[in-house]
């Protein structure tokens, strides 16, 4: 499956940004990711299609994910963003996630640079 996503650019801290991810075929479980300068990889919130959702810690009340099953499209609304959410956000496909294991899927799309600053 290939995974486009879009929507990131330049925000002020405390604004809001919406990324969205598109898969060319249905997949069930989709995930964001972020990377920042000189870090690794961290999960930011995944989805099942039948709604179940998860986020990491960091941004747990300040950004929601979101799914467009008929469309095979994944949405992460990110409000009262932060300089440290500063990073290049990338959809995953296909991963396993609950409360004990977190494991990423294979399918991954380019990533779209979100830059907090004011």
């Known amino acids: 499956v290939q995974l486009q996503a879009s929507g990131g650019g330049l925000v002020q801290p405390g604004g809001s940004l919406s990324l969205s991810c598109v898969a060319s075929?249905?997949?069930?479980?989709m995930a964001w990711y972020r990377q920042a300068p000189g870090k690794t990889r961290e999960l930011v919130a995944s989805?099942?299609?039948?709604?179940?959702?998860g986020y990491a810690d960091a941004v747990k009340g300040r950004f929601t994910i979101s799914r467009d099953v008929a469309k095979n499209s994944m949405y992460l609304q990110m409000d009262n963003l932060k300089l440290e959410d500063t990073a290049v956000y990338y959809c995953?496909?296909?991963?396993?996630?609950?409360?004990?294991?977190?494991?990423?899927?294979?399918?991954w799309g380019r990533g779209t640079l979100v830059t907090v600053s004011s």
């Open positions: 075929r249905a997949v069930d479980v």
């Open positions: 995953n496909a296909g991963g396993y996630y609950d409360t004990y294991y977190k494991r990423p899927g294979d399918m």
């Open positions: 989805s099942t299609s039948a709604g179940t959702r």
